[in-house]
């Protein structure tokens, strides 16, 4: 998010910089929703937004279900009431060893060999159940065990069988294709694929191949099914997109993501320290690959599984979300093109007939061109819309929450008025923000590329200080406001986090550690003191009117398939 000007020093007009939304109201960089983080707290500090970025971004169980009880979601002994974690089935399960003297399984648990999870076979307590609607989603019952045991992945089942999409072992046998049928949870035309087809069609341009991996459960504390991707040869990059067409209120993430060679992307850890990064969003989640210069696309088996989470009062339930991939096909671009929508709610003297040749807002979108041109990126067609009627009643000052769908939400879900053939990334601009000063918030980090009417779906922008302050800094200000936040919308992060203490993870953007640069003790670094290392970064947290990007920033915009030659 951006905030409006404020004065750190005489010479140095700075804000609070933009940080990308999840799904409406969480920041999309910060995880505040998902995480054990509280909402800004203006007084505290002098207006700046506080930015906590928590370990193991990425991994469930989320902070708010754990620990849990037998049979639950786990990465380490801590995550489990019962004191242990069996982390050798996917996703872990908590258990007690029991047998030859020990004790007693909790929950009434049962008590049966297993794998372990350093590979050996031993005695382990095991989930009673009469149904598999009383187990995880990535769970099931089997009758003659009477436990919730784990589903099944390619390769676990013995010869003669195959893991069906469900997780189950079944004899292996032809499949014979016919039309899909949807919404059967079948994959009748045998293309490994459930009910794919039956969503939205995703118009993409030339450089763009879509894959429709069709419907995949989620929720019910536990993982889904995990799905598999081959990029084609010569691939720049591939982009996930999971979409809940319900628009139902749970957060979810990929759990995991293994490429060739089985290592995991999403590795859990510090913030900053996985390789390919993720921000956990509801109502669509988008995953680029790769989106650091810690990762290159190989040649080989991408699997990837999704884990959808409530909050400290519930779980969340079994639910479905649509999943496609949207291949980048051009190699190692390096120059591109990016078509925008421009959409107007409620500007004073500003509309879409009048901003093509207005004389101000024409030296700000000069300016705005500039800095993508300094990326290497040029933009190309620029369409015009009004927001009219009720929705520029209640849009033109936009109210945002701490979590959850937020005026923010709704009003990028309007994109949704947009032909599939209209490609541009969505800028909104309002007259302002409510409350706190804020000036511009992108829907996400990545938003989804070639989607729109989703929750995510662009980038919204305050004309505040464009509108009632006459000197040109201004009309610069709002255009870095722009650039930025389109950079989060395209994949980039802050470099550094406003505490000194989280960074990205992109190898080659300097870091500004508090404990190094802090050097008025405030708690916060600022651009003059990291402007030797990263300060100057348009992604850097604060706005300085610079627009240095590093190679491996430029690289990330450049793979985003919204871009075009």
């Given at each position: 998010?951006?905030?409006?000007?404020?004065?750190?020093?005489?010479?140095?007009?700075?804000?609070?910089?933009?940080?990308?939304?999840?799904?409406?109201?969480?920041?999309?960089?910060?995880?505040?929703?998902?995480?054990?983080?509280?909402?800004?707290?203006?007084?505290?500090?002098?207006?700046?937004?506080?930015?906590?970025?928590?370990?193991?971004?990425?991994?469930?169980?989320?902070?708010?279900?754990?620990?849990?009880?037998?049979?639950g979601v786990c990465q380490r002994d801590a995550d489990c009431l019962t004191g242990y974690c069996n982390t050798f089935p996917q996703g872990g399960y908590c258990?007690?060893?029991?047998?030859?003297?020990?004790?007693?399984?909790?929950?009434?648990?049962?008590?049966?060999?297993?794998?372990?999870?350093?590979?050996?076979?031993?005695?382990?307590?095991?989930?009673?159940?009469?149904?598999?609607?009383?187990?995880?989603?990535?769970?099931?019952?089997?009758?003659?065990?009477?436990?919730?045991?784990?589903?099944?992945?390619?390769?676990?089942?013995?010869?003669?069988?195959?893991?069906?999409?469900?997780?189950?072992?079944?004899?292996?046998?032809?499949?014979?294709?016919?039309?899909?049928?949807?919404?059967?949870?079948?994959?009748?035309?045998?293309?490994?694929?459930?009910?794919?087809?039956?969503?939205?069609?995703?118009?993409?341009?030339?450089?763009?191949?879509?894959?429709?991996?069709?419907?995949?459960?989620?929720?019910?504390?536990?993982?889904?099914?995990?799905?598999?991707?081959?990029?084609?040869?010569?691939?720049?990059?591939?982009?996930?997109?999971?979409?809940?067409?319900?628009?139902?209120?749970?957060?979810?993430?990929?759990?995991?993501?293994?490429?060739?060679?089985?290592?995991?992307?999403?590795?859990?850890?510090?913030?900053?320290?996985?390789?390919?990064?993720?921000?956990?969003?509801?109502?669509?989640?988008?995953?680029?690959?790769?989106?650091?210069?810690?990762?290159?696309?190989?040649?080989?088996?991408?699997?990837?599984?999704?884990?959808?989470?409530?909050?400290?009062?519930?779980?969340?339930?079994?639910?479905?979300?649509?999943?496609?991939?949207?291949?980048?096909?051009?190699?190692?671009?390096?120059?591109?093109?990016?078509?925008?929508?421009?959409?107007?709610?409620?500007?004073?003297?500003?509309?879409?007939?009048?901003?093509?040749?207005?004389?101000?807002?024409?030296?700000?979108?000069?300016?705005?061109?500039?800095?993508?041109?300094?990326?290497?990126?040029?933009?190309?067609?620029?369409?015009?819309f009004d927001v009219t009627g009720p929705e520029a009643d209640i849009y033109t000052i936009v109210d945002t929450g701490d979590g959850g769908v937020d005026e923010?939400?709704?009003?990028?879900?309007?994109?949704?008025?947009?032909?599939?053939?209209?490609?541009?990334?969505?800028?909104?601009?309002?007259?302002?923000?409510?409350?706190?000063?804020?000036?511009?918030?992108?829907?996400?980090?990545?938003?989804?590329?070639?989607?729109?009417?989703?929750?995510?779906?662009?980038?919204?922008?305050?004309?505040?200080?464009?509108?009632?302050?006459?000197?040109?800094?201004?009309?610069?200000?709002?255009?870095?406001?722009?650039?930025?936040?389109?950079?989060?919308?395209?994949?980039?992060?802050?470099?550094?986090?406003?505490?000194?203490?989280?960074?990205?993870?992109?190898?080659?953007?300097?870091?500004?550690?508090?404990?190094?640069?802090?050097?008025?003790?405030?708690?916060?670094?600022?651009?003059?003191?990291?402007?030797?290392?990263?300060?100057?970064?348009?992604?850097?947290?604060?706005?300085?009117?610079?627009?240095?990007?590093?190679?491996?920033?430029?690289?990330?915009?450049?793979?985003?398939?919204?871009?075009?030659?």
């Open positions: 998010m951006k905030l409006a000007a404020t004065l750190l020093l005489a010479a140095l007009p700075f804000a609070a910089a933009a940080c990308g939304g999840s799904s409406g109201g969480g920041n999309a960089d910060d995880t505040s929703a998902p995480a054990d983080t509280s909402a800004p707290d203006d007084a505290d500090t002098g207006g700046v937004d506080v930015i906590l970025i928590p370990d193991g971004t990425n991994q469930p169980p989320d902070v708010t279900q754990a620990p849990q009880a037998l049979g258990t007690q060893r029991c047998g030859d003297g020990m004790d007693a399984c909790p929950d009434s648990g049962v008590c049966l060999g297993s794998q372990d999870s350093d590979g050996a076979r031993r005695r382990l307590c095991f989930k009673p159940c009469i149904a598999t609607t009383q187990c995880r989603l990535d769970q099931w019952c089997p009758p003659e065990a009477g436990v919730c045991t784990p589903r099944c992945r390619e390769g676990d089942c013995g010869a003669g069988y195959v893991c069906n999409p469900d997780g189950l072992c079944e004899p292996e046998g032809p499949c014979v294709p016919v039309a899909e049928v949807c919404g059967d949870g079948q994959d009748q035309d045998c293309d490994g694929y459930v009910d794919n087809g039956c969503s939205r069609a995703v118009d993409a341009p030339a450089h763009v191949r879509v894959v429709d991996m069709g419907t995949v459960k989620v929720g019910g504390s536990g993982l889904s099914r995990t799905l598999s991707f081959f990029p084609s040869a010569g691939a720049a990059s591939f982009t996930v997109v999971a979409l809940d067409e319900a628009n139902t209120p749970w957060y979810m993430t990929a759990y995991s993501l293994d490429a060739p060679g089985g290592v995991d992307l999403l590795s859990p850890g510090p913030a900053g320290s996985e390789p390919n990064r993720s921000s956990p969003a509801f109502g669509v989640y988008t995953l680029m690959v790769p989106n650091s210069d810690q990762v290159q696309l190989a040649q080989g088996r991408y699997e990837f599984n999704f884990y959808r989470y409530g909050n400290a009062a519930s779980a969340a339930p079994v639910g479905e979300i649509h999943v496609w991939v949207l291949e980048n096909l051009r190699e190692a671009p390096s120059a591109s093109t990016l078509d925008l929508n421009l959409w107007f709610v409620g500007i004073p003297g500003l509309s879409a007939a009048s901003a093509p040749n207005d004389t101000r807002f024409g030296s700000m979108m000069t300016e705005f061109r500039r800095v993508l041109g300094n990326a290497g990126i040029s933009v190309g067609e620029v369409r015009y923010h939400a709704e009003l990028l879900a309007l994109s949704a008025a947009l032909p599939a053939e209209n490609h541009g990334v969505n800028l909104f601009f309002v007259q302002a923000f409510s409350g706190w000063g804020l000036l511009g918030k992108a829907g996400g980090i990545p938003g989804p590329p070639l989607f729109h009417g989703t929750w995510e779906s662009g980038v919204v922008v305050s004309l505040d200080e464009y509108l009632n302050e006459t000197d040109p800094f201004f009309v610069a200000y709002t255009a870095e406001t722009m650039a930025h936040e389109l950079g989060h919308q395209l994949g980039l992060y802050h470099p550094t986090e406003q505490d000194g203490r989280s960074f990205d993870h992109i190898l080659d953007t300097p870091e500004c550690p508090a404990e190094f640069y802090d050097s008025n003790g405030d708690g916060l670094v600022d651009p003059i003191e990291c402007e030797a290392v990263g300060g100057l970064n348009l992604m850097f947290w604060t706005s300085t009117l610079h627009d240095v990007l590093s190679d491996a920033q430029k690289r990330v915009l450049h793979l985003n398939p919204a871009m075009r030659d």
